[in-house]
């Protein structure tokens, strides 16, 4: 069975930098058919990509958001990073770490909700 | 970066009723195109993906079509679980792009 989960800070300060990770089980980050995106969703609003990291380190980022983002890999330890600095009340919201599957997302982990406030 | 924009934002249906929802995409995707459920409180849940290729283990009410620009998803036949908002996104071009969404509510 596929599962992905979130973990990291519930509350983050304005300015700091948002560190997630993303533990994945049932696939191999190593698996070159398959790659690991994070999407964000504030309260009440659509859901918003992120990033996306394949097995052979090919990365890509939101082009809004590209500045403030880095993925990266553990391989070993079926992980997923995704930090995120000067972090705003803006970027409330549920993160969600996902598995690409060819060329669509699933499954989805549970979500992690991250809220920024002073 | 591709604009996706999907109509309703929202509606209202009885059990039973066709529910259609379309979405556009700024610049020609192909069938590069996936649909997506969201129940409350859940992440979302692929349904259809390619356009209008059924995931395994959704039920056949849902179907999806279109090409280009313009794409289609439609419940046959709407039942109380399908209370949900539906999303479109694109995988054609880089970044990935979502719509915004469209709320299914039992009238």
């Known amino acids: 069975q596929v599962t992905l989960k979130e973990s990291g800070p519930v509350l983050v300060k304005p300015t700091e930098t948002l560190t997630l990770t993303c533990t994945v089980s049932g696939f191999s980050l190593s698996n070159p058919t398959m790659g690991v995106s994070w999407i964000r969703q504030p309260p009440g609003k659509a859901l918003e990509w992120l990033a996306h990291?394949?097995?052979?380190?090919?990365?890509s980022y939101s082009t809004s958001l590209k500045r403030r983002l880095t993925i990266s890999k553990d391989t070993s330890k079926s992980q997923v990073v995704l930090t995120m600095t000067n972090m705003d009340p803006v970027d409330t919201g549920t993160y969600y770490c996902?598995?690409?599957?060819?060329?669509?997302?699933?499954?989805w982990g549970q979500g992690t909700l991250v809220t920024v406030t002073s | 970066d591709i604009q996706m924009t999907q109509s309703p934002s929202s509606l209202s249906a009885s059990v039973g009723d066709r529910v259609t929802i379309t979405c556009q995409a700024s610049?020609?995707?192909?069938?590069?195109l996936n649909w997506y459920q969201q129940k409350p409180g859940k992440a979302p849940k692929v349904l259809i993906y390619g356009t209008s290729n059924l995931e395994t283990g959704v039920p056949s009410r849902f179907s999806g079509s279109g090409s280009g620009t313009d794409f289609t998803f439609t419940i046959s036949s709407l039942q109380p679980e399908d209370i949900a908002t539906y999303y479109c996104?694109?995988?054609?071009?880089?970044?990935?792009?979502f719509g915004p969404g469209t709320k299914v509510d039992l009238k």
């Open positions: 990291i394949f097995s052979n380190d090919e990365k």
């Open positions: 996104q694109q995988y054609d071009d880089l970044p990935i792009t």
């Open positions: 996902v598995r690409i599957r060819q060329n669509w997302f699933d499954p």
């Open positions: 610049q020609e995707i192909s069938n590069s």
